[in-house]
């Protein structure tokens, strides 16, 4: 197990609804990406968070955003709802800054909107 | 052009054989490279860094050429525990940590 853990574990939304997907980092982490996964392709990345702030963010519209907080937790919230956000939403915790430095990710929180 | 480009497979291989996967990457300023490696409805999971040098662990040898943009994979002697996906990851530029991902190459090794 990485220590990073997720809630819920599945989902299941309607088009046009809200989601608030949870994050909780590996201790001693203060940097968080979320990612999504769609069937049989791989994790894009939707945007970063380091002590708090945005530290990049990848190609999703601005439903699509964030929270990070004191203690390195997460949110990720989507407004809005389409059908193609059906996915599986990975968050992923790292320590330091050095570029190998590995991201150990939570087990996912597969969305299904209908 | 996607970023990062693999076979997508799948690979079937009889247990024992050594199999090769392929990657290319179209940001020249990729800074780190990774293969990671994600079971049927799981999460992905490190399996090794690359290396401008090459590296290696165990059974699996991990090559980059940054000229041609191009990592490699090989894993040798193959067991039936090694059938997953295999993700070729480089670091872009929409963040130092931040990861780009291939689509996989799926291996399926029988017995």
């Known amino acids: 197990e990485t220590g990073v853990t997720q809630s819920p574990t599945h989902l299941i939304k309607t088009r046009g609804q809200q989601v608030t997907l949870r994050c909780s980092s590996q201790s001693g982490h203060n940097t968080v990406s979320w990612y999504q996964q769609a069937l049989g392709q791989g994790p894009q990345f939707i945007f970063q968070?380091?002590?708090?702030?945005?530290?990049g963010r990848g190609n999703f519209p601005p439903r699509f955003s964030g929270l990070q907080f004191p203690n390195y937790s997460s949110e990720l919230n989507v407004n809005a709802l389409e059908l193609d956000d059906s996915a599986l939403y990975l968050c992923a915790s790292t320590p330091g800054t050095g570029l190998y430095n590995e991201q150990f990710f939570g087990p996912g929180t597969r969305l299904t909107v209908l | 052009r996607k970023e990062v480009e693999q076979d997508p497979g799948p690979f079937n291989v009889p247990e024992g054989a050594t199999v090769a996967f392929n990657c290319t990457y179209s940001?020249?300023?990729?800074?780190?490279f990774f293969w990671y490696r994600q079971d049927c409805r799981k999460e992905p999971k490190l399996l090794m860094s690359?290396?401008?040098s090459g590296n290696e662990d165990g059974r699996f040898t991990a090559q980059l050429n940054r000229a041609s943009q191009y990592i490699s994979l090989l894993i040798r002697d193959s067991k039936l525990s090694d059938s997953a996906t295999y993700l070729c990851?480089?670091?872009?530029?929409?963040?130092?940590?931040?990861?780009?991902f291939g689509s996989g190459t799926r291996l399926q090794v029988q017995p």
């Open positions: 940001n020249s300023a990729s800074q780190s």
């Open positions: 990851v480089v670091t872009g530029e929409t963040g130092r940590r931040a990861l780009t």
């Open positions: 968070y380091y002590r708090e702030e945005e530290n």
């Open positions: 690359v290396y401008s």
